[in-house]
């Protein structure tokens, strides 16, 4: 089993940034593997943000939705397993909740909900005008 735990939430004013971690514990050992982070806005489905790839080197490979582009940036610590996502000139399009997923993987990340496996119980982000 492996739990996921998201931090950072919160409300930020326009234009402003935030700075999302997720921690994640247990059985988490593989040696491809992928953790992302997807959002859902109120009505609407979830959707991809970022991920990273981590193959068996160790190295990672990062994966921005075109919504977050430009403004975000996704990091790790393969040694804390442990993923930040960094969003810069936040909008109100980016209000949701933001989950941190799992899965074990080759080749890359998939970029739909159903085919991770662990997920956290999600942050709410609210940004403000």
């Known amino acids: 089993q492996i739990q996921l735990v998201e931090s950072g939430g919160g409300s930020v004013q326009a234009g402003g940034s935030l700075r999302l971690s997720c921690a994640a514990t247990?059985?988490?050992?593989?040696?491809?593997?992928?953790m992302s982070w997807f959002r859902q806005a109120p009505e609407k489905e979830r959707e991809e943000v970022a991920s990273?790839?981590?193959?068996?080197?160790?190295?990672?490979?990062?994966y921005y939705a075109d919504s977050v582009k430009g403004r975000g940036t996704i990091s790790g610590d393969t040694a804390t397993m442990t993923i930040h996502l960094q969003m810069d000139s936040v909008k109100s399009d980016d209000t949701a909740i933001y989950y941190c997923?799992?899965?074990?993987?080759?080749?890359?990340?998939?970029?739909?909900?159903?085919?991770?496996?662990?997920w956290g119980q999600g942050t709410q982000v609210t940004v403000s005008s």
């Open positions: 247990g059985n988490t050992h593989a040696r491809f593997y992928c």
């Open positions: 997923a799992y899965a074990r993987r080759v080749g890359g990340c998939p970029s739909v909900p159903r085919d991770y496996h662990y």
């Open positions: 990273i790839y981590v193959d068996a080197d160790g190295s990672g490979s990062p």
